[in-house]
């Protein structure tokens, strides 16, 4: 089966629906070598539709199926992703605007792309464009984000495990 262009194997969900609602359970998603799992409701009973989402990525390759959300590469590695976010609102905007949740990530044997954070430091901070030649590799990547009223931001500090910074810009073509 495939949803987008997300490759989608051995599924084995349970939909529920009639016109008040909407629930889906995920108990097993093969996708991209790894898991999903995880549930998705829609409460239309109300004039505001309440909607509510919980997903657990395992063991999965996450630089393509970020890729494929986001149509850009940004990374590669082997991880596990929590997602859990709620809203309500009577129309998109209403409901995007009242979305809460949180997101946690872990990471493994990847890279950064689009971007040399050595260059970064030895630059002073000096704006970087994104290039997808770039790249920064890492042993792991662990954080996570919070959504509140909408509103994305960083729930805790990324911390970054054996950190690979190369000595050589291929790109620039300067040696540091």
């Known amino acids: 089966m495939t949803y987008s262009k997300l490759p989608i194997r051995n599924a084995d969900l349970t939909v529920r629906s009639n016109p008040k609602e909407l629930k889906v359970l ?17 409460d239309m009973e109300a004039a505001a539709v309440a909607t509510g989402l919980q997903l657990k990525f395992s063991k999965m390759r996450l630089g393509p199926f970020v890729s494929e959300i986001f149509n850009q590469q940004l990374f590669n590695g082997i991880g596990n992703v929590d997602v ?79 950190l690979t910074l190369p000595t050589t810009c291929r790109v620039c073509g300067s040696r540091w």
Request: positive net charge; proline residues 1%.
């Open 26 to 42: 995920l108990r097993r998603v093969e996708l991209y070598e790894g898991r999903l799992s995880g549930r998705v409701d829609l």
């Open 84 to 162: 859990s976010v709620a809203g309500k609102g009577g129309t998109m905007r209403e409901l995007v605007g009242s979305l809460d949740g949180s997101a946690d990530f872990n990471v493994v044997q990847g890279e950064i792309v689009g971007f040399d954070l050595r260059h970064a430091v030895l630059s002073l901070g000096q704006g970087q464009s994104y290039d997808p030649r770039r790249k920064t590799r890492f042993d792991r990547v662990k954080g996570g984000f919070a959504l509140r009223k909408g509103v994305l931001t960083s729930s805790e500090a990324v911390s970054y495990t054996h």
